[in-house]
């Protein structure tokens, strides 16, 4: 290395630099990656990983209540309850985003209640909000101005 030992952000960008020549592949994420190989085998829409995970949270709370000899209600109440624990939590853009896809599966299979669905809509809506709200730079001249508010003459033609 031609960098000085003393220095560790030099070191760690010469280290980067060869990783990144070497052609080591750089890591991607689950969602990323099942994306890429649905593409490659021609499956469109590319299904999304939090309303499997949700859907089958679903089907197998549902066929274990069956199985117990639950009456149809709390059979739903437990498919329900397996479903909602499944579903990602409000943190981050790409949680939030699977999380409005499997209420809005959740509504469209019935599991959810029009009314519950619009609310956790909107908890999606304002934890998003949330996120991506930034206060805005104040511009130091636009309140200390010292140009004075004088009316300017107006000339007439006439």
Known sequence: MSTDPNNPLESRMEVA????DSGVPKPVST?????????????????NLAVS??????ATATAQAMKE???DAQIRQAGKFAYFTAMPKLSGASNIR?????V??????NIVSGPEGTRLLYAAQV???ALTKRPKKRNKSSHTSTVSAKPTAVKSTT
């Open 53 to 58: 995970v949700c859907e089958k949270s679903f």
């Open 69 to 71: 000899g639950k009456p």
């Open 98 to 102: 699977d999380l409005i896809a499997c």
């Open 31 to 47: 969602r990323q990656a099942l994306a890429k190989v649905y593409r490659h085998a021609g499956v469109y829409p590319v299904p």
């Open 104 to 109: 809005g599966y959740a509504m469209l299979l």
């Open 17 to 20: 630099k060869m990783i990144d």
């Open 127 to 129: 934890a998003h909000t």
